[in-house]
Structures are given as structure tokens and as C-alpha cells.
């Protein structure tokens, strides 16, 4: 019932930024949280980022000091803001959002994932 679109990913050197943006739309009684995960072959999709609709943030320790997760509730949107980037944070970026709908007369809380956008960084 949301529909998450990604975008923002790209080929940047090591010690760049990118900034992507997730926008989610759809139907849903309420967000709770939407976040970032990031995903390489061979590997599981690990957090990066999470944020609360009232704004409270936390950080996989690999990328803390470094990336910064924000969000914009009107535009029902969610920003990853990734500087210094390595070679190492190359992946496949994943938006994730965790929602409350309403099944008939039964809240139910869900997650739903965006399709990814991949994040090469050279050295």
C-alpha cells in the first residue's frame, strides 16, 4: 500500500558525497519509521539509517560522523546525505518504510521496500 521511489544513487570518488531521496506515496494510517539499508552480492541487507516521523535518528557505527539521515514529513520524503565516501560503501541502497494501516477494523503495522539504486564508489 506504499509505494516507495528512490533516487540519488550513482557513480561518485572516494571522498564525495551523494544525497539520496526516498518518496513514499500510497495509502497508510500513519509512517512510524523509514530508513536506509544497503545490500552487496554475496552479503545481507544491512541498516545504514533510520528515522522516526519525529525526527529522531540512528546510524549503523560504520557510517556514523559521515552520513546523515533527514526527513521532510509534508513531502512524505526521507533524505540519506552520505559524505566521505569509500570504495567500501559501494552497494545497492534500499528505502524502507515501516506504516500502520487499517484492514478493515484491524491496524496493522508493515513494512514495504523501495527498489534500490546503486552506489558505486571508485578509488
Known amino acids: 500500500q506504499v509505494h516507495l521511489v528512490e533516487s540519488g544513487g550513482g557513480l561518485v570518488q572516494a571522498g564525495g558525497s551523494l544525497r539520496l531521496s526516498c518518496a513514499a506515496s500510497g495509502i497508510w494510517s500513519v509512517i512510524n519509521v523509514m530508513g536506509w539499508y544497503r545490500q552487496t552480492p554475496g552479503k545481507t541487507r544491512d541498516l545504514v539509517a533510520t528515522i522516526t516521523s519525529d525526527g529522531t535518528a540512528t546510524y549503523a557505527d560504520s557510517v556514523k560522523g559521515r552520513f546523515i539521515i533527514s526527513g521532510d514529513n509534508a513531502k512524505n520524503t526521507v533524505y540519506l546525505q552520505m559524505n566521505s565516501l569509500r570504495p567500501d560503501d559501494t552497494a545497492v541502497y534500499y528505502c524502507?518504510?515501516?506504516?500502520?494501516?487499517?484492514?478493515?477494523?484491524?491496524?496493522?503495522?508493515?513494512?514495504?521496500w523501495g527498489e534500490g539504486t546503486l552506489v558505486t564508489v571508485s578509488s
Open positions: 524502507n518504510v515501516d506504516y500502520t494501516v487499517r484492514n478493515g477494523i484491524v491496524l496493522s503495522r508493515t513494512t514495504d
